[in-house]
């Protein structure tokens, strides 16, 4: 909706985005680039979704990039909130040594190995495309 009814005020509004999710048009690159801020939980939705609509991206990709961005982070928050029943459940107060049940601990580490994923991915290909320059500078 928003692309077709709103895009044109929406990209003069907020078009200085761009550089946010857009690497120079590489279709994969900002797929990925949505993907991790899909998983970052403190940027909205909402806000995302209006991004991609100003970015053009393609309807595939963003059913895909929402489906990969949001499964991982849901199945966590509900094995914090399984953790946070079975504590209220037991007649334990929620206070911060809760933390140390693993029940919630665990998810809060996955959480945050998630988040980390795409700098992962992109330190990887940094690497990769820094040693394919360094192999092609040595063979002139």
């Known amino acids: 909706l928003v692309k077709f009814f709103f895009k044109e005020f929406l990209t003069h509004k907020f078009g200085h985005l761009r550089h946010v999710v857009d ?11 949505l993907i991790g801020l899909r998983f970052i939980p403190v940027i909205p939705f ?23 961005g949001i499964i991982p982070t ?5 094995l914090i909130g399984h953790g946070v029943r079975t504590s209220i459940n037991d007649n334990h107060p929620l206070t911060m040594s809760t933390i ?3 029940e919630l601990w665990a998810p809060l580490i996955m959480l945050g190995l998630i988040i980390l994923i795409p700098n992962i991915i992109r ?17 002139n």
């Open 23 to 33: 690497k120079g048009g590489d279709s994969r690159a900002m797929s990925l680039n």
């Open 100 to 102: 140390s049940n693993p």
């Open 123 to 139: 330190n990887i290909r940094k690497r990769k495309q820094n040693a394919a320059l360094d192999n092609k500078g040595d063979s």
């Open 46 to 68: 909402w806000l995302l979704n209006i991004l991609a609509a100003i970015l053009n991206i393609r309807l595939r990709t963003f059913i895909f990039t929402t489906f990969i």
């Open 74 to 78: 849901s199945i966590i928050y509900v």
